[in-house]
């Protein structure tokens, strides 16, 4: 049986305090990302960061991810592991991190140029990110998880690119993935409805190309079928009686 675990404000102010951590990492990754700098690079930078801030990185050891940070390059959509590979300039590359606080967890992830890039790739970049701001703002008391999912959908179809559907959001808190499932497309009246205390960590993945998605042969990192750019964007955010409280914002 599924249960969504509903948060105390004790519970939520621990949570921010490992959102916090999670917004100042993505903030000091992406003074860094310039072309040269290795993936490896940013994945140190950042486990650093973490430990130093008295936390404990979310992803390290996470069903076997070898990382703190999930790094993917354009066409690769999320877990893409860091290693050898250089940035290059007019790559967009996704971060993905999430931190834990005493016991409890923070997830956020953002996709940055690597100097300049294409106008495709900005457009990319700047619709993901207005369709999570437009799906946090339907994240109020009262009403259905769908009203969330659809205005992502609307948001990113309108301007020309398509939404993954094989990876969704999720709640967090204790765990780091616990119900609901959060998808970024589907009809408004569908999924539970919205409560004051849940936590949900909204994060769509928009394809410049096909939704459609495939696995690479390391086990980890999700990549377009078409070989299409993919962007990423996710806040954790609170359900409260007067909307939306972002608790990895930077």
């Keep these: 049986m599924r249960v969504i675990h509903i948060k105390t404000d004790a519970q939520i102010e621990i949570m921010r ?14 003074d860094k990302i310039k072309p040269g700098i290795t993936t490896a690079e940013i994945d140190r930078v950042a486990e ?25 390059i354009d ?45 495709e790739k900005k457009k990319l970049l700047e619709v993901t990110r ?12 009262g009403n259905k998880l769908g009203r969330v999912s659809a205005a992502i959908q609307s948001c990113v179809e309108e301007a020309g690119f398509s939404v993954v559907r094989d990876m969704v959001g999720h709640g967090i808190g204790k765990k780091l993935h616990e119900d609901p499932q959060v998808p970024h497309f589907g009809p408004a009246d569908a999924g539970p409805i919205l409560k004051k205390g849940m ?9 410049s190309g ?11 990192t999700i990549m377009t079928a078409d070989g299409s750019d993919s962007a990423h964007f996710e806040h954790s ?4 009686e007067n909307g939306p ?6």
Excluded at 77 to 100: K, T, W
Excluded at 199 to 207: F, G
Excluded at 237 to 240: F, G, P, R
Aim: with cysteine.
């Design 245 to 250: 409280d972002i608790l990895t914002l930077r």
């Design 17 to 30: 305090r490992a959102g916090r951590i999670v917004a100042e990492t993505i903030e000091l990754i992406e």
């Design 199 to 207: 936590v949900l960590a909204i994060e769509p993945m928009v394809n």
């Design 75 to 119: 066409s690769e959509v999320v877990h893409g592991i860091p290693g050898s590979r250089v940035l290059v300039e007019g790559q967009i590359v996704s971060v993905d991190l999430g931190a834990i606080v005493d016991g409890f967890y923070g997830d956020a992830a953002a996709t940055f140029p690597v100097g300049e890039i294409s106008e």
């Design 237 to 240: 955010v609170a359900v409260t």
């Design 48 to 72: 650093e960061y973490i430990l130093s801030r008295g936390a404990k990185p979310a992803f390290k050891g996470y069903r076997g991810f070898p990382a703190s940070v999930c790094v993917s």
């Design 130 to 141: 207005r369709s999570l701001e437009t799906g946090i703002a339907q994240v109020k008391d």
């Design 210 to 220: 096909d939704y459609k998605v495939v696995q690479k042969p390391d086990g980890w």
